[in-house]
């Protein structure tokens, strides 16, 4: 199974890359199944319905999000009953949606997706680690084949994520940072690794934003209203091949191109 994972979806320029490149890049690397962070997909900051469904008509079969999740006034009601949009596994019990869900892909069998927030100098949510473990234990005898996404600030929290569930899941995928690192990797025992994926939308920007006001706000330390860049389009992703008989990761490749 080729699985490609896209980086945060930053607004309208971020869902216009994705519709622009998505089904290049399915044929290029004959993927089975896309799964992109979207929880920067509407106006930058959190996700609607009509968002989602813009981005699964260009050819996403799952959303995972974060912190920004519940943003905007619809996210509630339409993440409780799409089961294709997750939310953090750790948020405290009670909260809607869900944090991992199995899908079937169209040649390649199941696959189990799971999505956790990290808690170092992010907002306060139960343990990740202890939250991926009992979505794995529920998702585990239904398919080999787990991706974890690990929304997180920390560099170490993400690595700390990625040994720790190496050999039980098929790959942790880091997000949230919109700035794509170069460490991606098959660790020991299986699991392919990558400490952030990037994103998706502006070139040239600050995560997405207007470089200015960004700027202006660490010289002076004032408060900046942040606008979407527009301008050239980026696109930052991962295609992972994965054994669907075993789960283990046989490669992890960076996706970085200019749309």
């Known amino acids: 199974m ?3 994972f896209i980086g945060d979806v930053v607004g309208r320029p971020g869902r216009e890359a994705v519709k622009a490149s998505l089904a290049d890049l399915v044929r290029q690397h004959q993927v089975d199944f896309t799964i992109a962070n979207g929880e920067n997909a509407a106006g930058g900051m959190g996700i609607t319905s009509s968002v989602a469904d813009e981005l699964f008509q260009a050819g996403v079969d799952v959303l995972t999000t974060g912190n920004h999740v519940w943003r905007q006034r619809d996210a509630v009601a339409f993440i409780e009953s799409d089961h294709r949009v997750l939310r953090p596994a750790n948020y405290p019990p009670g909260t809607p949606g869900r944090g991992g869900e199995v899908f079937v892909t169209a040649h390649s069998g199941s696959i ?4 956790v927030q990290g808690r170092t100098f992010m907002h306060p949510v139960d343990c990740p680690f202890r939250a991926a473990d009992s979505e794995i234990d529920h998702i585990r005898g239904r398919t ?3 991706i974890l996404d690990v929304h997180a600030e920390a560099t170490s929290e993400k690595l700390a994520m990625g040994w720790y569930l190496d050999g039980r899941v098929s790959a942790v995928i880091g997000t949230h940072t919109h700035v794509q690192t170069a460490d991606e990797r098959v660790l020991p025992k299986g699991t392919a690794y990558i400490t952030d994926v990037g994103m998706a939308g502006p070139r040239d920007s ?3 934003v207007k470089v200015e006001p960004v700027i202006r706000r660490f ?3 004032m408060p900046a209203k942040f606008e979407l860049e527009t301008g050239a389009l980026m696109l930052n992703g991962v295609v992972v091949e994965i054994s669907t ?4 990761a046989l490669s992890i490749e960076r996706v970085a191109m200019e749309v």
């Open 144 to 146: 080999n084949v787990i």
């Open 219 to 221: 010289l002076t330390g």
């Open 206 to 208: 600050i995560l997405g």
């Open 2 to 4: 080729n699985l490609l």
């Open 245 to 248: 008989e075993t789960g283990t």
């Open 112 to 115: 189990g997706v799971v999505n």
